[in-house]
C-alpha cells in the first residue's frame, strides 16, 4: 500500500512553489496524498526563517506531532526551507523525533532521505551549501489549475542588514530565459491562465548571464503565449527598476496592472542603515512613472515599523511617503531581530510598546487609503478569475471571490440556474459590477454580467492527476498543503 504524504507550508510565493515541487518529487516517488493531514504516513514541514516567531511555530508543531508518532510507528517527519537550512541539526538535537532535515538547495534530495531514514533507522540531515538542482526543474504537484508560480531565479546579492534570506538562499542564480518560457508555455498549454514570475529581486534577472535587459524581455516573451491571459511578478526591488520593464508591463496586454515594490521606510536615514541602495524620492518617481504608463496600477507595499534607532521622525517620513503614495495594500511588520543578521546587533533597540504603538498608526493610515482607492471602483466592471482558495464568503449569501486584473479581491454572488453566472467554477472568468469597495475587498452589486468556461474550470471537475516527468506540473485538485503565505520582504 502506498504511503501518504502531506506538505505543511510556511512564508513566502517561493515557499509555495518549493512545496509544489516537494509533492511533485513525493508522488512521483510512489507516496499519495493523504486524506487529511492527521492521516498522513509522512508530514512535511516546508519553514520560513523571517519572522521571528518562525522558530516557535516550527518546534511547537513538532512537539504536538511528537506523541502522535509514538503512537504511529513507521510515521516520518520532514523538515526543509529557510529554518531548516538555518538550524541544520539544531533541529534534530531540539526534536529527535524528527527523521529528516533538508535545506533550500537540496529539495530533490527529500525522497532518497525519507527512504535512507527508514532503512536506517535514524534521522537524516543533509544541508547543501550551494543550489544544486534548480527547483523548477523538478516535478510538480500544483495546487490550481488556472494559476502557476514560475521560478526565474533563487537567491539574492543584496546585503540588507535587516534579512536572513541571501545567506539561506545564497546569491541570484538566473534560470535561461528559454527555460523559463518553455515552462509558461507548459503551464498555458495544461490551461493556466494566469502566471507569477517569482524571484528574490525579479528585475535584476539577467545579471548572472550579462543581460541587464532580460526581465523586460521576458515579460514581452510572455505576452506572445497563447492561452496566457495573465501575468504578474513579485518582487522587483526599487534599486533595480527601470523604464524599459514599465514600458514592458504597459504594452504586454497580459501583464497586470499590479505592483508590488517594497518600500520598508520612508525615511532615508533609516534606509541607509537597512543598506537599502534607494531613497524615498527615488522610490516615489518610480511609482510616478508606472502611473504615468498604467494609471490605474494597483501598487503594493512592505514596510518595516521599528527598525533599530528609528525615531519619532523617521516613522513621520514612512507615514508622509505613505500618504504620497497611495497604495492600495500594503503587508505592515513589526521588526523582529533575526539572529545572524547585522540588524540584530545594531543599538537603539526599540521598546516593544513603542514599535507597537507606531505600528497602529501606520495601519490606520494604510487602511484610510486602501478604503478610498477601493471606493473609487465602485461602479466599475471588472474581469474576475474565479478562485478555489478564497472559496465562498459565506453560507448565507453563497458569494463566491476572486481576483481582478489588478490584484484586488472581489466578492460576487453567483447567478441563479439557468441564468448568465450559473455553474461557475474555480478557473472561470466572470465580469461584474462592483458596488461597494470595503478596506480590504471589493463587492459586485448585481448579477454577473458574463461568464466564460474554461478549460482550467473543467479540470476541477476532473479525476486528480499524480506529477510524472521532470519539469512538467501537472494538477491535482486542493488537498492539505498548509499555507500560512507571508510576503518574504526581501526585495
Known amino acids: 500500500m502506498a504511503r501518504s504524504y502531506t506538505v505543511r507550508t510556511y512564508g513566502c510565493q517561493m515557499n509555495v512553489h518549493d512545496s509544489e515541487r516537494m509533492a511533485g518529487l513525493l508522488e512521483s516517488a510512489g507516496y499519495t496524498r493523504a486524506a487529511s493531514d492527521d492521516a498522513a504516513d509522512v508530514v512535511v ?22 506523541p502522535v508518532k509514538r503512537s504511529r510507528p513507521g510515521m516520518q517527519i520532514a523538515v526543509g526551507g529557510c529554518l531548516a537550512q538555518k538550524d541544520r541539526s539544531e533541529i534534530v538535537r531540539r526534536a529527535p523525533w524528527v527523521d529528516v532535515v533538508f535545506g533550500t538547495h537540496n529539495v530533490h534530495a527529500l525522497p532518497v532521505l525519507l527512504e535512507r531514514a527508514r532503512h536506517n533507522s535514524e534521522a537524516q540531515v543533509e544541508i547543501a551549501d550551494s543550489l544544486e538542482v534548480f527547483p523548477s526543474t523538478l516535478p510538480a504537484r500544483r495546487e490550481s489549475a488556472y494559476a502557476g508560480w514560475v521560478s526565474i531565479s533563487v537567491g539574492c546579492n543584496n546585503t540588507c542588514t535587516f534579512c536572513i534570506v541571501p545567506s539561506l538562499r545564497g546569491t541570484e542564480k538566473d534560470r535561461r530565459p528559454g527555460d523559463v518560457l518553455a515552462e509558461v508555455q507548459a503551464l498555458a498549454a495544461d490551461g493556466v491562465l494566469e502566471v507569477t514570475l517569482l524571484g528574490q529581486n525579479v528585475n535584476s534577472y539577467g545579471v548572472e548571464f550579462g543581460d541587464r535587459g532580460a526581465f523586460a524581455k521576458l515579460l514581452r516573451a510572455c505576452g506572445d503565449i497563447e492561452g496566457l491571459e495573465r501575468v504578474r511578478f513579485t518582487s522587483p526591488h526599487p534599486r533595480d527598476f527601470t523604464s524599459d520593464v514599465i514600458a514592458a508591463m504597459a504594452e504586454t496586454p497580459n501583464v497586470c496592472p499590479q505592483l508590488h515594490m517594497p518600500l520598508q521606510s520612508g525615511s532615508d536615514d533609516v534606509l541607509r542603515r537597512m543598506r537599502r541602495s534607494y531613497r524615498s524620492s527615488r522610490y516615489l518617481a518610480i511609482l510616478d512613472e508606472v502611473r504615468a504608463s498604467l494609471p490605474d496600477a494597483a501598487i ?49 533597540q526599540l521598546p516593544k510598546d513603542v514599535v507597537q504603538e507606531r505600528y497602529m498608526r501606520l495601519v490606520a493610515l494604510q487602511e484610510e487609503i486602501s478604503w478610498e482607492q477601493n471606493r473609487a471602483i465602485e461602479g466599475r466592471v471588472v474581469e474576475v478569475l474565479v478562485a478555489a482558495g478564497e472559496g465562498r464568503k459565506d453560507g448565507a449569501t453563497h458569494r463566491l471571490s476572486g481576483r481582478a486584473r489588478d490584484g484586488r479581491l472581489v466578492h460576487f454572488a453567483p447567478g441563479s440556474a439557468g441564468s448568465i453566472g450559473s455553474g461557475i467554477r474555480p478557473g472561470d472568468v466572470v465580469e461584474v459590477a462592483i458596488g461597494y469597495g470595503a478596506p480590504h475587498h471589493l463587492v459586485a452589486d448585481g448579477p454577473v454580467l458574463s461568464h466564460r468556461r474554461t478549460r482550467a474550470g473543467d479540470a476541477h471537475d476532473r479525476p486528480t492527476t499524480s506529477a510524472t516527468g521532470l519539469g512538467l506540473p501537472t494538477f491535482g485538485a486542493p488537498a492539505p498543503v498548509a499555507a500560512t503565505t507571508d510576503v518574504c520582504g526581501v526585495s
Request: glycine share 6%; charged share 20%; hydrophobic share 40%.
Open 300 to 348: 503594493s507595499t512592505d514596510i518595516i515599523v521599528g527598525f533599530p534607532g528609528e525615531t519619532e521622525e523617521d516613522f513621520r517620513a514612512t507615514l508622509d511617503v505613505v500618504a504620497q503614495a497611495r497604495f492600495a495594500s500594503a503587508f505592515t511588520f513589526q521588526y523582529s531581530p533575526r539572529p545572524g543578521t547585522p540588524a540584530a546587533d545594531l543599538p537603539d
Open 45 to 66: 514541514f516546508n519553514t520560513c526563517a523571517v519572522r521571528e516567531n518562525a522558530d516557535n511555530r516550527l518546534y511547537g508543531n513538532l512537539s504536538h506531532l511528537a
